[in-house]
């Protein structure tokens, strides 16, 4: 392992988040994001060439995100919530070359909530997408993957 001087880099973008309730119970939630995120000035080791990667979008920041959110919570009875996230095109090198496809995760979960317990059934990444999300430190080139489908049963008791 060596330390690396990655030079500079710069990040804009802009965020937007918003809420809905038009029932106590209910709520609709979304959020979007445009991302600008590139190196300003850095030269990187890329196959043992030294290599100019000014200007480049950072690997693995995607330009645009969205989430969606519907969930139905009242202080009894069913509740339920499903949430898309949406993750747009990134690089996967510093060199701008390998473009990983955007894609969506979908999540949806539900139960029943009474006086003082709450049972539920969750699932994450219900569509069981498998891309590449973030950067490991065991080597160049490689990724870590977004977690497999998840299902969780639940229970909480408040004392």
Do not use: C
């Amino acid at each position: 392992p060596t330390l690396t001087n990655s030079g500079s880099s710069r990040f804009r973008g802009v965020e937007l988040e918003g809420a809905w309730h038009p029932l106590d119970a209910l709520t609709r939630a979304a959020a979007y994001s445009l991302h600008d995120s590139r190196f300003r000035q850095s030269v990187q080791d890329v196959g043992g060439v030294p290599t100019d990667v000014s200007k480049m979008r950072l690997p693995l920041s995607a330009r645009n995100m969205y989430t969606s959110a519907l969930t139905y919570a009242p202080k009894k009875g069913f509740i339920a919530n499903t949430q898309i996230n949406y993750v747009g095109s990134r690089f996967l090198d510093p060199t701008n070359i390998a473009r990983a496809k955007p894609y969506a995760v979908l999540s949806a979960g539900g139960g029943w909530r009474h006086k003082g317990w709450e049972i539920r059934l969750d699932g994450k990444n219900i569509t069981d997408q498998r891309p590449p999300v973030s950067a490991s430190e065991m080597g160049d080139s490689q990724v870590y993957l977004l977690p497999a489908r998840l299902v969780e049963l639940s229970t909480s008791w408040n004392f």
